[in-house]
């Protein structure tokens, strides 16, 4: 019964880090959306040209929130690929865990 109980709480361990790399990606989404967010009324247009005669033009504004958002996620991409393979391993070790030390169905059920 120890040997389980110590399984349980190793699996639990390594879901738990899962969970924090998962938070740590997330978060930097959230922080390149943020950033985004702030630079959107630097990316609208000037209104002089409208005021000649010439409507905005919308493509030119997506075209410049797409660079922008190209150029933010370049910045963090490096971070971004090597927690993404952190994830991809845990979510690896995970498995062959689970593979090698099969749990009871109702524990199974909880998690």
């Known amino acids: 019964m120890t040997r389980a109980c110590e399984r349980e709480a190793q699996l639990s361990r390594m879901e738990e880090a899962r969970r924090q790399i998962q938070r740590q990606l997330d978060m930097i989404e959230r922080q390149i959306t943020r950033r985004m967010t702030a630079l959107i009324p630097q990316l609208q247009p000037r209104r002089r040209a409208y005021r000649r005669g010439k409507p905005p033009d919308p493509s030119a504004f997506l075209e410049r929130y797409r660079s922008n ?43």
């Open 69 to 111: 958002l190209a150029a933010i996620r370049a910045e963090r991409q490096p971070e971004i690929d090597a927690l993404s393979r952190k994830l991809a391993r845990q979510d690896r070790a995970i498995a062959a865990f689970r593979a090698r030390h099969p749990m009871p169905d109702s524990q199974e059920a909880t998690s």
